[in-house]
């Protein structure tokens, strides 16, 4: 069973930054993409950034300059370097491995809480 970890949530003020992990239990290039998700309390979960197996990258708009999705492959982990964070930025961050258009795996999700 494919494992995702993540690590790296808290509290910072805003304009502050955090770096989200997510530890994969086997070689990431087996999954076609790698995604970071997130949901605030009432809302849905939202797709906040993608990386391909090959490297290409996307963000929502409303992150795009603030965050960057990286990898480090020896260590089959994916980063979420987030800058110059915003309260609406608060919400739980979910990694996501995508192996196929039918199978998927999620981490646990971790924190990430912004003060004005």
């Known amino acids: ?5 993540e690590s790296g949530g808290g509290w910072v003020h805003a304009g502050g930054s955090l770096r989200l992990s997510c530890a994969v239990s086997e070689n990431i290039f087996n999954f ?3 995604r970071w998700y ?27 300059g603030r965050f960057t999705i990286y990898r480090d492959n020896a260590e089959n982990t994916v980063f979420l370097q987030m800058n110059s964070l915003k309260p609406e930025d608060t919400a739980v961050y979910y990694c996501n491995a995508q192996r196929s258009l039918t ?12 003060s004005s």
């Open 1 to 5: 069973q494919v494992q995702l970890v």
């Open 32 to 34: 076609s993409r790698m």
């Open 38 to 64: 997130r949901q605030a309390p009432g809302e849905q979960r939202e797709l906040v950034s993608t990386m391909t197996v090959g490297g290409t990258t996307t963000y929502v708009d409303s992150v795009k």
């Open 103 to 114: 199978r998927e795996y999620w981490g646990q999700g971790t924190q990430v809480t912004v």
